[in-house]
């Protein structure tokens, strides 16, 4: 996997901590926070149609552009030119940490789910949230999914951070994804950005969050990942 580029590394903690919703960055796990974000849904969901919830935060949301930009609606639009049965759930939240992700998993299971794709964690990285917690947090949500949906298949987006917590940190941050993908035996995309971190004609002006172009590229990422358990 490529690092990032050095422009992206200078500025990503300062736009990370300033952008969408601001949450605590206290290292206790807060399951009692449900913050009650309506998913958006592509398109109707006929009862014929299997459903496909993106679960994360800023990144899934789309922050700073549009819904239908976003990767998860770019996704939907490949599905649908091979005119396949799935819609596509948006339930990204900015801000949202694994524990605040933890803390709204059982509002966003009260509809049903086909394929889960989880993308949390980055914001915990770059707070320098305690490794053993973030991982804990999304291991409970995937034991959440799989409690109450034991047949659907889960996706894990894999993330990577900055240096400037320390190498020994950012390596283990970046192990965590594969170490959680090989314990749940789920697929894994190894890094969600690959492609589009670090380069500024791929991101908005906060050097983090891609533009409509980066989340093109996103995904197809995505695609790659996830067409073959579609």
Wanted: net charge neutral; hydrophobic share 35%.
């Amino acid at each position: 996997m490529k690092k990032y580029q050095v422009h992206f590394l200078a500025i990503v903690w300062i736009a990370i901590l300033s952008c969408g919703q601001s949450e605590s960055s206290s290292s206790r796990k807060d399951t009692t926070s449900k913050e009650q974000v309506t998913p958006h849904e592509s398109k109707p969901i006929a009862s014929n149609r299997k459903r496909i919830i993106f679960f994360g935060n800023s990144l899934t949301a789309g922050y700073g552009i549009t819904p239908d930009e976003a990767f998860p609606a770019l996704v939907q639009e490949k599905i649908d030119s091979l005119q396949l049965p799935y819609t596509v759930v948006n339930a990204g939240l900015s801000g949202e940490t694994s524990s605040g992700g933890l803390g709204r998993i059982d509002w966003i299971l009260q509809q049903p789910v086909d394929i889960f794709v989880l993308e949390l964690g980055s914001n915990d990285g770059l707070r320098g949230i305690p490794l053993k917690l973030t991982f804990e947090n999304l291991q409970e949500i995937l034991d959440h999914v799989k409690k109450k949906y034991p047949t659907a298949k889960l996706v894990l987006a894999g993330m990577q951070l900055p240096p400037n917590l320390g190498n020994q940190y950012t390596s283990q941050f970046r192990t965590m994804f594969q170490s959680l993908s090989q314990k749940n035996d789920i697929v894994l995309i190894p890094f969600l950005l690959e492609g589009v971190g670090g380069n500024p004609n791929l991101n908005q002006g906060d050097g983090l969050h891609p533009n409509v172009e980066g989340h093109k590229i996103v995904a197809d990422n995505v695609w790659e990942v996830i067409k073959g358990i579609l």
